[in-house]
Every structure is written in C-alpha cells, then in structure tokens.
C-alpha cells in the first residue's frame, strides 16, 4: 500500500493550493478518503474526508468553506483543493484511507500516507 501526497510548498496568506495523493496498492474505490494535518508541537488532525464515491465530503470546523476535498477513482487520486490559507495552516499535510468516517474521527484509517509541508508565511 502506498499513499504518495504532493503538491505542499511556500505560500502567503490568502493563497491557493492544491495537494495531490496517489494511492496504489488497494481498492483506492471501495475506500474512504481524507486528509490529516500536524502543525509542529501538536497533534495530529483531521481536516476533510470524502466517501468512495464522492457523494459525501466531511470538514472540520477550521477549514470549512475554504478547503475542498475530491478524488478520480480512474486515477486512483484524491485532492485538497486549499484557498484563502491563513498561517495557521502551516502543516504537514498527511492522506489516508480509511472504510468509515469513525476511523477519521478517532486518527485510525487503515492505512496513511507520508506527508507533505505547506507553508504559509505572512
């Protein structure tokens, strides 16, 4: 199982970007799909989520209305979609995959992914 997150980097406030992960190694579609985030000195922390089929997108309450979760199950991808990123963004942002959303709740998908660093200087 590999998930394969990419696309952090350097950004300002109120930029966009978009993190990619890669999953092979599964059935990327029979899965849930989310996004983790760990800021230094803390834990770790879930931050969207979407159902196999894309018909269903869960957010925490920091990001809601401006981060936007959506997967290609023909490419076996999932994306973050981030606009108006603020400081308290900066992070290592992890992917995971997981059967249901209690997983996400409680930080126990089955499987994560490696992280990538965003950023966001003021």
């Known amino acids: 199982v590999q998930l394969q997150a990419s696309g952090g980097g350097l950004l300002q406030v109120g930029d966009s970007l978009r993190l990619d992960c890669a999953a092979s190694?599964?059935?990327?579609?029979?899965?849930?799909m989310g996004w983790f985030r760990q800021a230094p000195g803390k834990e770790r922390e879930f931050v969207a989520s979407?159902?196999?089929?894309?018909?269903?997108?869960f957010y925490s309450d920091s990001v809601k209305g401006r981060f936007t979760i959506s997967r290609d199950n023909a490419k076996n991808t999932v994306y973050l979609q981030m606009d108006n990123l603020k400081p308290e963004d900066t992070a290592v942002y992890y992917c995971?995959?997981?059967?249901?959303?209690?997983?996400?709740?409680?930080?126990?998908?089955?499987?994560w992914g490696k992280g990538t660093q965003v950023t966001v200087s003021s």
């Open positions: 995971a995959a997981a059967r249901y959303q209690a997983q996400f709740d409680t930080s126990s998908p089955h499987f």
């Open positions: 979407i159902t196999w089929n894309g018909g269903s997108t």
């Open positions: 190694g599964f059935i990327f579609s029979a899965y849930m």
